[in-house]
């Protein structure tokens, strides 16, 4: 097995290791298979050393020599080929990596590394591999939405594989819709994420997270109600990392359009005031409160019993306050509880973030912009500012993945831990 990564405490940027990391890429036979080349020369600037293993169908879209010249070294395509050098290939290819990434990812290897078939190198080499494997598929978008495709990729994401979803755009077969391989640069970018900290230790293991996510809804009538744009992503991707480094995780989730993590417990609560009981009850079990809903702060002062009828040229709504559940629970928390909360903000996003996290009395507030295109609302992606209390300036971070963001917001409660048991 790789070495366990040890999580950053510091404010420094992610970089690589000082100890070269060797990196297996992967080649499986798509048309994008020619931009692997690209990752190999962008994996190499990162300062690892990388191995290539190419498919047999990869070789028909761009030939082994290609690869060999890049990485100085033999490309494997067959173990059982003469040329080979080693021969269990598979064996010592795959163990002695810090990182498999398979780029292009076609719909059969998918399919394959879902499945334990290991009937050629790459294929084995996966079966074999002790080190956190990255994909990045790439098909045609009939594929990619194919359910059997689907089910293969959530099969992988609970197997532990990062994926690095496909682009939307037009391609090579004149088809438009989501299945082009990513950009080289991001697929390259998730690798450096992914061998810095994939492997952090189980740094929260007799933590309890309770994780509020989504957005609430706030009935007017029967049929109409008063929503918000959050997907609930943010908050599952933290239930995710927490879980993955020891943590108990229980989430209360609002309504959401992202998938929860396994192993995560789900309590749904769609209105703010059915969120604010949920909380409440599951709050005793808890030592760390995440509020990262998207909830409402008003909500219709009356629900009427049938659907609203039309008849007067305007309608006034009179909406109430909502209770604030994250300043209900910051003001009584007892037990060393740390409580974290988030700021969605339009404008003068750190001095509305820097006077949340005083006036709820918070340990920290994470802000991001929601005005960017990039991120935040529904993406996949975030670019946050996370703002402590006990600490000097705010900690901006660039654009990442909601789970790396994520990871990044836990560092910040392990230092919180950390520096408090030493008080
Ligand atoms: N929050 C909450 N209960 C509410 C409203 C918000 O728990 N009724 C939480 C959110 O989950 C988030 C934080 O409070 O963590 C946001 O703080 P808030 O000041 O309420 O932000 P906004 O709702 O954006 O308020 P404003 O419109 O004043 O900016």
């Known amino acids: ?87 269990i290939a598979h064996i010592t290819f795959s163990q002695t990596v810090d990182l498999l990434i398979v780029a292009p990812a076609t719909a059969n290897i998918i399919a394959k590394f879902a499945n334990g078939v290991a009937d050629d190198f790459l294929s084995s080499t996966y079966l074999a591999c002790t080190a956190p494997v990255l994909i990045a598929p790439a098909m045609n978008p009939t594929m990619w939405g194919h359910p059997a495709t689907q089910r293969n990729l959530s099969r992988l994401r609970t197997d532990g594989v990062r994926i690095v979803e496909p682009d939307s755009g037009e391609m090579a077969c004149g088809t438009i819709g989501p299945g082009r391989l990513n950009d080289p640069e991001r697929i390259v970018a998730a690798a450096v994420e992914l061998l810095a900290y994939g492997r952090r230790a189980q740094d929260l293991a007799g933590e309890r997270f309770l994780i509020t996510t989504g957005a609430t809804r706030e009935e007017l009538d029967p049929v109409r109600f008063i929503s918000n744009r959050s997907s609930g992503r943010m908050g599952f991707a933290v239930a995710e990392a927490a879980l993955s480094r020891g943590a108990y995780v229980s989430v209360v989730a609002g309504v959401t359009s992202a998938n929860s993590p396994n192993g995560v417990r789900v309590a749904r609560a769609l209105s703010a005031d059915e969120m604010h009981e949920a909380v409440m009850k599951e709050l005793p079990e808890a030592t760390v409160f995440i509020s990262a809903a998207a909830v409402a702060d008003y909500r219709p002062a009356q629900r009427a019993a049938a659907k609203i009828k039309k008849s007067e040229a305007s309608l006034v709504l009179t909406l109430e306050r909502t209770r604030d559940i994250l300043g209900e629970v910051a003001c009584a928390r007892t037990n060393g509880l740390l409580v974290i909360g988030f700021a969605a903000e339009t404008n003068d996003v750190l001095i509305n973030a820097q006077e949340k996290l005083r006036e709820k009395n918070l340990d920290v507030i994470v802000a991001n912009d929601v005005t960017r295109g990039d991120a935040g609302f529904d993406s996949s992606e975030n670019a946050i500012t996370i703002v402590r209390r006990d600490a000097q300036g705010p900690l901006e971070l660039p654009l990442m993945s909601k789970l790396e963001a994520a990871h990044r917001i836990l560092d910040e409660i392990v230092r919180l831990r950390a520096n408090s048991s030493r008080l």
């Open 1 to 87: 097995m790789g070495r366990l990564a040890t999580p950053p405490m510091t404010d420094k940027p992610i970089e690589p290791d000082s100890e070269i990391k060797k990196v297996a890429l992967g080649i499986s036979g798509g048309i994008a298979a020619y931009k692997a080349a690209e990752v190999l020369r962008g994996l190499q600037r990162a300062g690892y050393s990388v191995r290539v293993a190419m498919t047999k169908r990869a070789c028909e879209f761009i030939q082994p020599l290609t690869f060999r010249a890049l990485s100085g070294a033999h490309v494997i395509v067959d173990d059982y080929a003469p040329d080979n050098p080693d021969p």
